[in-house]
């Protein structure tokens, strides 16, 4: 018997994802010191519930899927699905590049083509008008045999002839500038043209992205992608006002991008962040252990009864002796196995140890040239102490120094050129050095103007000393001479370096006479504070000796000593 079963008909609708090409122009392009994310803005109107994907296209070539990030926001429920990416290959002539560039060439040939009628036209002008005077001369020429002409016809006709072959000429030789110039810019477009007819073809990336959403509604899609051909470098002004009571410090970035694409009126953010840095933590795997071996005693050599006869000539010198032979077997068993290295690791600082963002006011443009751009990002004022500061040894001139707390919310880099001012005379530019902890930031603003420094040293006298033990005395004597030969008293700060001994051998003493009241406010080097009236010179007198042991060598004194390095 045969049974029959009947299944309900199933109907399976397969409703296929609609594709929503949108245009979504730049809205803001984050900055990093090594690559930057741009960040594209759009609306889409969901016609209905279900899946869609969006599509944007000529986004900058050799976008990868890690380079991505999206975001949405709309109707309740909406969910971002997957994301891809692909190369739109297109021939070089169909971008809009190319189309751009032919474009202007097209522009230019048209004034080209203006230029040369208008020069055509003046020179038959300039051909009339001197065929005109050399009639009009002829023509007085032969009245004045037969009867006085009338000059003031004369000289008005003369007068206007010359003012328009005046002007022809100098509208000619403007034209010839103009032309010049047009042949430059020729230039360089025919250079674009062989540039990218040389490429063939351009690949701009795009990139789709999967919406669903369980109502009908608007979507508000960001689209971010990383680019590395863009980035900022800080550079720094520092303006001391003409009463030298305030200190404006001023970050800018400077902005250079090359990705193909032009910011126009874009939000620019400035980021002391790297998002390339590696963040891998360095761990200790194992602990570090010490050994200790104990030396053995030098070999005794055995002595030979006669030499052994020498060796050829060609193998003298890649044979070794026997003594040598078993001092090097020695070594290689006093050698361990392995060497025990402490690990240790870079340190990159950044501002104030964190990451931070800075927006910069209003809407900016960045074409892709490039160059560099300049942007305002932060500014801050201090009012610095000043001083005039001089380190004689190294160098007698004597500078006017601002020293400032670091100033809260600007961040600093270290290395970065600070462009220094005085009002709004530029001085020049040196890097920011970032001083020891505790200690304040120090800009120099150049040369002080009326006070002289000089660095002499007056006596270098070497002698032998002691009654029962010879040792060798240094007696130095150097000297300091300050001027002030302005009409204002004067605070100078005058530095040296510290001769400090580094063994119970060498004895360095100050003599009674040494200048006293210095400080030691950095490790290693002395400090005065003296003060100047006008018209006053002051001196600063260093006289110490150094004892050292008769035998050996004293280090550490470049060629201040006699007799030593």
Sequence with gaps: ?????????????????QVLPVDAPIARVRLHPDEAWVTRAARVHLSAAGTFKVQLESLPNGLRVEDLQAAAKGPSGLRLGDISVASDVRVVTETPEWKKLEAERDALRE?????????????????????????????????????????????????????????????????????????????????EFQKRASERRTAPSRVTIEITSAQEGNVDLELSYRVRAARWKPLYEARLSENRKKLDLVLYAAVTQNTGESWQGVRLEISNARPSRSLAVPVYSAGQSVDWVKQLPPPVYPVMAAPAPPPAPKQME?????????????????????????SSASVIEEASGLAATFLVDGAKDVPSD?????????????EPALTVFTTPRLDTTAYLLARFTAPGGLPLFPGSPVVRFAGNQRLGEAPLAIPAAGQP??????????????????DNKLEEVGAFSKERQWSLREQIELANDGNEALIIEVQDRILKSASDQVKINLQPDFTGGWTEAVPGVRSWKLTLAPSET???????????????VVTGLGNILPNED
């Design 318 to 342: 890649n044979r070794l002796s026997a003594s040598q032979t078993m001092a090097l077997g020695d070594l290689q068993r006093l050698a361990p196995a392995e060497e025990a290295v402490e």
């Design 111 to 191: 004034k080209r083509d203006t230029l040369e009628a208008q020069g055509e036209a003046a020179q038959q002008e300039l051909v009339f008008l001197k065929g005109l005077q050399a009639a009009h001369d002829k023509e007085l020429s032969g009245r004045m045999i037969y009867a006085v002409p009338n000059p003031t016809g004369i000289v008005e006709l003369g007068k206007s002839l010359q003012s328009r072959m005046s002007d022809l000429l100098i509208a000619e030789r403007k034209r010839k500038r103009e032309l010049e110039k047009l042949s430059q810019e020729e230039g360089r477009i025919n250079a």
């Design 441 to 458: 930031f120090s800009l120099g603003f150049g040369p002080h103007k009326g006070v002289r420094v000089a660095f002499r040293r007056v």
């Design 370 to 382: 490039n160059e560099p751009h300049r942007f305002k990002v932060q500014a801050k004022d201090v």
């Design 538 to 552: 002051k001196r600063v007198e260093m006289p110490l000796t150094i004892r050292a042991p008769k035998d050996g």
């Design 1 to 17: 018997m045969r049974t029959l079963m009947f299944f309900p008909l199933v109907s399976v609708v397969l409703v296929a994802q």
